[in-house]
């Protein structure tokens, strides 16, 4: 479906037969996620060349670094061509529970690295990709009751077009949770956003700490040229966040095979495909804080950062932050996505702007299915308003207590 013929149906449940304009038909085929054919790669960057919205996380490099290095062997990769052009891929996996109900249902597949979790659509192409999507899951036997989906921007042209392709359906696209994440874009200059955003006592502060950590040797930042080798800047960035606190709660990158091997492999390939900005703060050449970036123009997002613990009371990680502005001064980017959890103390107070990001749910074809979509809602929405109350009692005992 083109542009000049989609409807707005951001609100709509469904759609009456006579309004609703025919789509083209798209054919969905279930393939395996890795290995991926040679042929499909070929394909797989066509299609993200003409991506719906920019999002790195569904490049074919990063795709596959996931699917050899993290994902669980019952994934599967839903493709689908219109006249025997792929016009979209998702990957796919069931899970036995919906919450904390035992519901089997299906989901699109994002591992923990991965922030966001949209599936890859041609750019006009969006609501045709979605209806065979749904289509192919509806004749699945093993898709379950519904589809979960995580990780979409909200109102972004994938979200929409989902919610008009659900609505032409005759189902609903309920949105079950909504975060608001911090995201950097603006037109001013490096310098002048931070001044716009950060307040002069704040800055003075910062200052100061910059000082006081360059009295400490020879401070220093610098940026991977895009002609020198990566490898040693991935040995580095793994061994520095395996020395703080996520080597130490188990969760670095470098503290399992599968983890070290595709970090790895991303920043290797991002390198490689020109959309990798890697920085780092050295101090007597040796890295204390560090910063990947994963561009892809006119978006970016903040991937990794690690920083020496060492040098805590210098706050190493918010230096090089301010340090990463200069990429507003970039012509190719408009905007960078954090990639943090919402109301990170730090990010949040160096990038004004939000970005919301949420998961919807969408029943499958079927009586049955619309039956238990229906009941699992309501309880979704009881169990909220159960703990708005709670929440509200809690803030009222805690003002009376003041």
């Known amino acids: 479906m083109t542009a000049a013929t989609a409807i707005d149906l951001s609100h709509a449940r469904a759609l009456p037969a006579r309004l609703v304009p025919e789509l083209p038909t798209a054919d969905a085929e279930w393939l395996r996620l890795h290995p991926l054919a040679q042929k499909l790669s070929e394909e797989w960057e066509a299609l993200a060349a003409d991506a719906a919205e920019p999002d790195i996380f569904t490049r074919r490099w990063f ?15 839903l493709a689908v061509r219109r006249d025997g052009r792929l016009i979209g891929l998702m990957p796919v996996h069931q899970d036995g529970r919906y919450g904390r109900l035992p519901l089997r249902h ?37 898709a379950g009751q519904l589809l979960h989906l995580t990780g979409l921007v909200e109102d972004g042209p994938v979200h929409r077009a989902l919610v008009e392709a659900a609505a032409r ?14 995201m950097l874009a603006s037109d001013l200059a490096p ?3 931070y001044a716009a955003i950060v307040r002069k006592k704040k800055r003075k502060e910062i200052a100061r700490l910059r000082t006081r950590l360059a009295e400490q040797g020879h401070l220093e930042t610098r940026r991977l040229a895009p002609d020198d080798a990566p490898d040693a800047w991935i040995e580095a960035f793994l061994a520095l966040e395996h ?34 900005d890697f920085l780092r703060l050295d101090l007597d050449g040796a890295p204390i804080a560090m910063l990947v970036n994963l561009l892809a123009a006119p978006g970016a997002f903040s991937f990794k950062t690690a920083y ?11 230096l090089l932050q301010i340090e990463n502005l200069q990429i507003l ?5 408009e905007w960078v996505d954090s990639c943090a959890v919402q109301n990170h103390p730090m990010i949040d107070s160096l990038w004004a702007q939000r970005r919301a990001i949420i998961r919807v749910t969408v029943p ?9 979509f229906t009941a699992a809602r309501a309880l979704e929405r009881a169990a909220a308003a159960l703990r708005g109350l709670r929440q509200r009692r809690s803030a009222s005992t805690l003002e009376d207590s003041e």
Do not use: M
């Open 63 to 77: 795709a596959q670094a996931g699917a050899r290095h993290l994902a669980p062997e019952h994934v599967r990769l």
């Open 106 to 142: 299906s989901v699109n597949w994002v591992h923990y690295h991965c922030f966001l979790g949209a599936p890859l659509l041609r750019r006009g192409e969006e609501v045709a990709a979605w209806s065979a999507i749904l289509a192919a899951l509806d004749a699945d036997p093993d």
């Open 169 to 182: 359906a005759g189902r609903p696209c309920d949105t079950v949770h909504r975060i608001e994440r911090a």
């Open 191 to 193: 310098d002048a956003y």
């Open 243 to 276: 020395a703080g606190w996520k080597g130490a709660a188990g969760s670095a990158l470098a503290g399992t095979p599968q983890t070290r091997e595709f970090f790895r492999e991303v920043v290797t390939e991002a390198h490689r495909a020109g959309q990798l």
């Open 308 to 318: 020496d613990e060492r040098y805590a009371r210098f706050s190493p990680g918010v």
């Open 329 to 333: 001064a970039r012509g190719d980017i």
């Open 364 to 372: 499958l074809a079927g009586r049955r299915r619309r039956l238990v």
